[in-house]
């Protein structure tokens, strides 16, 4: 199951309002080729990344990956993506991103609860 919700993406180059997929079974949070150069500067993976997909027998390969900011809810989150060509949608969030950010998917009421403490930016003193 996936939830579909309206997220700004912004990289280095601009910014763009997207329907993104949050999608808790997809490892990493992937972007179509374009949508990332048209955002960001993609760097080379130092291996190719290989994914299985939701359709049997078909796999994705990743080369690069971008890092960008996106925006939901009034919240700014920042992960990398992996750029993959033949992407279905333009972006996918995934687990690796929804963990670090301590998203939880509501799929009966289709939306995506943020804690706010984990927005918040901790300074340490040394």
Sequence with gaps: MVIEKRI???????????????????????IQPELAENLGVTEPLPAPKHFGTAEKKRKVTARERVS???????YTF???????????????????????WRMKL????????????????RLLML
């Design 8 to 30: 700004v993406l912004k990289g280095s180059k601009g910014k763009e309002e997207i329907t993104a997929v949050f999608d808790s079974g997809a490892t990493y949070s992937c």
């Design 78 to 100: 920042s992960d990398e993506f992996m750029v993959i060509p033949g992407l279905s949608d333009p972006v996918i969030i995934g687990a690796k991103t929804l963990q670090a």
């Design 106 to 121: 509501d799929f009966e009421n289709d939306e995506i609860i943020i804690d706010p403490r984990a927005t918040k930016l």
């Design 68 to 74: 960008l900011d996106f925006d939901l809810n009034g």
